[in-house]
């Protein structure tokens, strides 16, 4: 299960993995519910490699604001704390792995 991710913790979580996952969701989004299950079960497969958490844009303004967050779903990757990589919209569970596996 992916973990949640709010404002007050955000930074901390992209400053001590060495790669991270963010989804950027909301409970009303469609979109959002049809990846939320790719999102958890990729948080299993990438356990002790990926951190993959969720941030929820209706209770957490800071992060989405700081990294420009207009649509939702966004998955935003880290890797040593940097901004690497986006992508928007409901995608497939292959793309996601493929994002994944070039941070991990």
């Known amino acids: 299960m992916a973990q949640k991710i709010s404002d007050s913790n955000f930074d901390t979580i992209i400053a001590e993995n060495q790669a991270v996952m963010v989804d950027f969701w909301a409970t009303w989004c469609g979109p959002c519910r049809m990846i939320a299950p790719i999102v958890d079960e990729l948080s299993e497969e990438y356990a002790g490699k990926v951190f993959i958490g969720k941030c929820d844009v209706d209770e957490n303004g ?3 604001m700081k990294y420009s967050i207009r649509n939702i779903p966004t998955l935003l990757f880290f890797k040593n704390g940097e ?3 986006r992508l928007v919209g409901a995608v497939s569970k292959s793309d996601i792995a493929a994002k994944l596996d070039a941070i991990k």
């Open 83 to 85: 901004l690497v990589d």
């Open 62 to 64: 800071d992060a989405p």
